[in-house]
């Protein structure tokens, strides 16, 4: 429950900055720096728990490979819900990123979830292929 719980205390801050007022030119601004700051929070969340999701992939590729064959379903089904974790904790990533103006995070962020979403996949599909 503690990644959710961040999750929406960082959804919280965005919406929180983006009620900032916006009257002046610096009120812009703040406010604008304000969302970006909580943006970059709020797609780094997520971002932790896809890397998490991936080694519960990790850890039902083990245990279809040495766990109990009477019980072979349980890692194929760990593996297809830590495969939607990754790829839903993916998709809040990329949400968040338009109202970062740090080009180099943005970047650095989106190859890191192709990395983590076709690692996902693969270990998936092999965990499936072993049960």
């Known amino acids: 429950a503690g990644a959710v719980e961040e999750d929406s205390r960082a959804f919280t801050q965005v919406m929180e900055a983006?009620?900032?007022?916006?009257?002046?030119?610096?009120?812009?601004?703040?406010?604008?720096?304000?969302?970006?700051?909580?943006?970059?929070?709020a797609a780094s969340v997520p971002l932790e728990t896809a890397r998490l999701c991936l080694?519960?992939?990790?850890?039902?590729?083990?245990?279809?490979?040495?766990?109990?064959r009477h019980s072979a379903s349980d890692a194929g089904v760990a593996a297809l819900v830590a495969r939607a974790g990754v790829e839903g904790a993916a998709l809040n990533v990329l949400t968040n990123l338009p109202s970062i103006k740090d080009e180099a995070f943005?970047?650095?962020?989106?190859?890191?979830?192709?990395r983590l979403t076709a690692a996902a996949g693969r270990l998936c599909d092999e965990v499936l292929r072993l049960i």
């Open 106 to 114: 943005e970047a650095a962020c989106r190859e890191e979830v192709a």
């Open 18 to 41: 983006m009620r900032l007022p916006k009257s002046t030119a610096d009120e812009q601004r703040d406010r604008d720096e304000a969302i970006a700051r909580a943006s970059r929070h």
């Open 55 to 68: 080694q519960v992939l990790e850890l039902a590729r083990q245990a279809a490979r040495q766990g109990n």
